[in-house]
């Protein structure tokens, strides 16, 4: 699951035309290798068009924004960032919110934010490491028990399930929410030329 996050009106005082591809047409490997260059040159050169990030990169990021931004955005714009169902930032925020994060980095909150969330995923990590030795002792026990080599846990017979389920709820997810200054710094381009945006 991803995050696609569209401008509504943005920046480009060049006045470059998006690349376009007939999908419906038989396109080969080369055609798309090339749109797909294009058309991440496009991005570079027009930032505030679109931006896109993965579940694990937008969560801690639209976390930290909202503390930088809980000025300016509403209860319903914090909750909506994390939901793929076309919410809207306005220009005005969006701005707004672009100078926020970037006096987070010239304060060094934001670098502590990327310290402290790395820290986090070493000790989760760590930690999960342990998690994953159990469940792998399980998993030798449930392969001499029924003789299957590539038994999936939703298959383990009912008492080896239930050990499973108790010992896998105990791992910590904040190894796999990652946060870099670099990233923040891409959204506050879009932020600041996307004309205001749609989270979808």
């Not at 943005?10 to 038989?26: Q, R, T």
């Not at 509403?74 to 960032?81: A, F, I, L, R, V």
């Not at 030798?140 to 108790?166: F, H, L, M, R, S």
Request: aromatic share 12%.
């Amino acid at each position: 699951m991803g995050f696609d996050l569209y401008g509504l009106a943005p920046e480009n005082p060049k006045g470059l035309k998006a690349p376009h591809i007939d999908w419906g047409a038989n396109v080969s490997d080369e055609e798309k290798g090339k749109y797909f260059e294009q058309k991440d040159k496009y991005h570079e050169q027009v930032p505030g068009e679109y931006f896109r990030s993965n579940v694990w990169w937008w969560r801690p990021l639209w976390a930290f924004s909202c503390h930088k931004g809980d000025n300016i955005l509403t209860s319903t714009d914090m909750d909506k960032g994390s939901y793929n169902d076309c919410h809207k930032i306005s220009k005005t925020k969006a701005k707004r919110l672009a100078k926020a994060l970037k006096k987070s980095i010239k304060d060094g909150s934001a670098e502590e934010y990327e310290r402290r969330i790395t820290d986090e995923q070493k000790v989760g990590a760590e930690h999960n490491s342990k998690v994953d030795e159990k469940l792998d002792a399980i998993k030798d026990e449930v392969i001499k028990a029924t003789g299957k080599k590539n038994i999936v846990p939703g298959e383990y017979p009912n008492k080896y399930k239930k050990q499973w389920d108790k010992i896998y709820v105990t791992r910590k997810w904040t190894s796999s929410y990652p946060f870099k200054v670099d990233f923040l710094k891409e959204f506050i381009k879009f932020c600041e030329t996307s004309g205001g945006f749609e989270i979808g």
